[in-house]
């Protein structure tokens, strides 16, 4: 699941040095977040992101979000995605 997320910062048009993973704790919450710099998604594009065959890439199934949404789902959590100030993407969850 990680993997998808970061091939997905990658194939957004981010060099791969440009595509960042966190991992955070507090207390006995674990943060992951993947950033990138490509061109972000829009509002209509956020929406729809997460459902099964939703996609932005030419070549994409949309399967990729929409199974890690619902991993991350079933441990009682969800994918958030949200626009970077200086451009690209944050995708995390807890």
Known sequence: ???????????????????KFTLKQQANIL????????????????????LPFFTTKQTGTGIGLALCNEIVSNHDSQLRLVNRDKGGLSVGFN
Not at 1 to 19: A, H, Y
């Open 31 to 50: 943060s992951f977040t993947v950033e990138d710099k490509g061109s972000g998604l829009t509002e209509v594009q956020q929406q729809l992101a997460l």
């Open 1 to 19: 699941m990680i993997i998808n997320l970061i091939k997905n910062g990658k194939e957004s048009g981010s060099t791969l040095s440009d595509v």
